[in-house]
């Protein structure tokens, strides 16, 4: 999904990658054809590109699990949706799918209370998302998405389950968006009170927590961040721009179809 950056670079990809395709740069993953994160190679890194309309993911990563299957690999495909994804047809259509076939596929559903606007009260009268996937068969879990070690423990336990044959799973992590939407958004709907309590839970101060690092250690890791996003900067920034016929490029069936044909073939 477009918002979960970190799942993305931990499969492989870097702030240089990022950067360079915010900036639409030629050395970008996409050669400068998307200035946002629309980019995945299933050789390299084992992303799919990601679709912005939320819930489509569904029945595409559903079906790149079946496909899986069928040449008995023993992969898993994970994809994310947001609670307000949970309301529309692709995703209970992926659902359903996913079932039948008994694809290893975990979706995760990252209820962050607020579908934009819209609060999840005024969407769905069950108290927790992932019931809906009892609908179809597929087992479920609730977790608390401000706990690293809970989102990590509770979705290992479902890839490991999905991977030795368990067919599909649907884990719902509660958390909060404590910004808007996109930067246009001031999120002035929400609740002040509401904001309060969920910063008493943020994920980040809790893991730091758990990890106990010392005073040099955190400064390290702080160190060896920022000189990694500074010098991805300093390389997108000096990026050159696509040429004029590289435009027409990866568009239609050539490379992209090569390389699925590729992938599956292997």
């Not at 299957?69 to 309301?87: E, F, I, N, P």
């Not at 608390?144 to 389950?161: A, I, M, P, Q, R």
């Amino acid at each position: 999904m477009i918002r979960n950056l970190g799942a993305v670079l931990t499969r492989g990809w870097s702030p240089k990658d990022v950067l360079c395709s915010y900036l639409a740069r030629a050395s970008g993953p996409n050669r400068g054809k998307d200035n946002s994160t629309h980019f995945g190679d299933i050789e390299k890194t084992g992303v799919i590109a990601c679709i912005s309309m939320l819930g489509t993911l569904v029945p595409v990563m559903a079906g790149m699990a079946l496909a899986g299957k069928l040449q008995k690999r023993r992969l898993v495909t994970m994809t994310y949706v947001g609670d307000g994804a949970t309301s529309t047809g692709e995703f209970h259509e992926g659902l359903n799918f996913a079932a039948v076939f008994q694809a290893p596929f975990v979706l995760v559903i990252e209820n962050n209370q607020w579908a934009y606007s819209t609060p999840v009260e005024r969407q769905t009268l069950v108290k927790d998302l992932a019931v809906k996937a009892a609908a179809y068969g597929i087992p479920y879990a609730v977790g608390d998405g401000n706990d690293v070690g809970e989102v990590y423990s509770l979705t290992k336990k479902f890839v490991e389950e999905a991977r030795e044959g368990g067919g599909p799973r649907v884990i719902e992590f509660k958390t909060m968006r404590m910004r808007g939407h996109a930067q246009h958004d001031d999120a002035g709907y929400v609740p002040k009170k509401t904001f309060e309590e969920w910063a008493k839970r943020d994920p980040i101060d809790r893991c730091e927590k758990l990890l106990e690092p010392s005073a040099k250690e955190k400064a390290d890791i702080e160190a060896r961040i920022e000189h990694e996003v500074s010098e991805a900067e300093r390389f997108a920034l000096s990026g050159e721009y696509p040429a004029g016929e590289e435009a027409v490029k990866g568009v239609f069936a050539d490379d992209s179809l090569t390389a699925y044909t590729k992938w599956w073939n292997a």
